[in-house]
C-alpha cells in the first residue's frame, strides 16, 4: 500500500481544512487507517482512526468534536475534516495504514505511511 497525503495549507484560527490521503493497492479497503501529526520539536502523535469499514472512528481528546475522519473505500481514500481549528493544530500531517489488526492509536502499530502534508494555524 502507498499513501499520498495532501490538503494542507495556511489556515486562519477557526477556519477548516479537508486533508486527503490517496491510496494504491487492492487491499486498502480491508486495512484500518490513522491519522497523526507532528509539530516542530515533538514526537509524532495520534490524531484520529478509522476501521477498515469506516464504521468505528476513534479522536485524540485534543481534536474531539472538531475533527472527522472518514473514508470512501471505492476511491481509495481516507479523509480528515478539520474545523475551528487552533494554532495548536500547527504541524505535520501524516496518514498511515496497518497490514492487518483494528483502528488504534500507537505510531508504532502502523505499517504504511504516506509523506506529510503541512498544516498552518496563524492566531
Known amino acids: 500500500v502507498q499513501l499520498q497525503a495532501f490538503g494542507g495549507g495556511l489556515v486562519q484560527a477557526g477556519g477548516s481544512l479537508r486533508l486527503s490521503c490517496a491510496a494504491s493497492?487492492?487491499?486498502?479497503?480491508?486495512?484500518?487507517a490513522g491519522w497523526f501529526r507532528q509539530a516542530p520539536g515533538k514526537e509524532r502523535e495520534f490524531v484520529a482512526a478509522?476501521?477498515?469499514?469506516?464504521?468505528?472512528?476513534y479522536y485524540a481528546d485534543s481534536v474531539k468534536d472538531r475533527f472527522t475522519i472518514s473514508r470512501d473505500n471505492a476511491k481509495n481514500t481516507v479523509y480528515l475534516q478539520m474545523n475551528s481549528l487552533k494554532p495548536e493544530d500547527t504541524a505535520v500531517y501524516y496518514c498511515?495504514?496497518?497490514?492487518?489488526?483494528?483502528?488504534?492509536?500507537?505510531?508504532?502499530?502502523?505499517?504504511?505511511w504516506g509523506q506529510g502534508t503541512e498544516v498552518t494555524v496563524s492566531s
Open positions: 498511515a495504514a496497518r497490514r492487518t489488526g483494528w483502528a488504534t492509536a500507537p505510531p508504532s502499530a502502523y505499517d504504511y
Open positions: 493497492g487492492r487491499t486498502f479497503s480491508s486495512v484500518a
Open positions: 478509522i476501521s477498515w469499514s469506516g464504521g468505528s472512528t
